[in-house]
């Protein structure tokens, strides 16, 4: 396959991709605004930035391709999470709090005990935004960066996640997010660990 004919065919998948993950979240930012914690389109809306995140935070790992000197996919998908989230906090917004700052700090102190954990939720969709911007902006520094600051940075999403998933999450979909999480993670010390073998 030659290489114009590949990155078409990554560009189509992308594409397709994306429609499909944004078209019901689209569609119920349609919907009149509510106060319904409990709608379904709120919980539907936040399964595909931490599906996306699952696969998107290896961006830390990505090195560019040889034959075109960047990698597209990770960062992508690193991308197209950010802004599920964003979309799903419009989704949670719109339907669950009336697009108020004030129910959404109730509702986030009624469900996790904090109310002002909601502020921690807003640094997250921040921080992640900033990063995929670095990445794109700028890749070779994102890549040079000091490790201090990248796992900071990734540690940072990676708790908001968890937590958000432990604190919101129903029964099934927590047992479905941590296997999930946790075949991933098996996943890169497979390949962490062959990439420390010497060559012999």
């Known amino acids: 396959m030659t290489e114009s004919r590949r ?3 990554v560009g189509v998948m992308c ?12 569609i119920a930012l349609a919907e009149p605004i509510g106060t319904d914690t409990a709608n379904r389109a709120i919980v539907r809306s936040a399964k595909w930035p931490v599906f996306c995140w699952c696969f998107g935070w290896l961006v830390v790992l990505a090195r560019p391709d040889p034959r075109t000197g960047v990698n597209f996919v990770p960062r992508f998908d690193w991308s197209l999470g950010c802004v599920l989230c964003w979309v799903h906090i419009a989704v949670a917004f719109h ?12 509702h986030t102190r009624q469900v996790g005990g904090f109310g002002d954990g909601i502020f921690v939720n807003y640094m ?6 900033a990063d ?30 968890v937590n958000a998933a432990v604190v919101f999450g129903t029964w099934s979909s927590r047992g479905t997010f ?23």
């Open 15 to 26: 594409l397709t991709v994306t429609a499909v993950m944004l078209a019901e979240p689209v």
């Open 124 to 129: 997250f969709a921040l921080v992640w935004l």
């Open 132 to 161: 995929v911007l670095w990445a794109w902006v700028a890749f070779d520094s994102y890549l040079a960066r000091p490790g201090w600051l990248k796992w900071t940075i990734h540690g940072f999403i990676a708790f908001v996640v």
């Open 7 to 9: 990155v078409q065919l």
């Open 95 to 106: 339907l669950g709090h009336g697009w108020s700052h004030e129910l959404a700090w109730e």
């Open 178 to 200: 941590f296997a999930f999480f946790l075949g991933i993670l098996a996943g890169v010390v497979v390949v962490k660990r062959r990439e420390r073998r010497p060559l012999t």
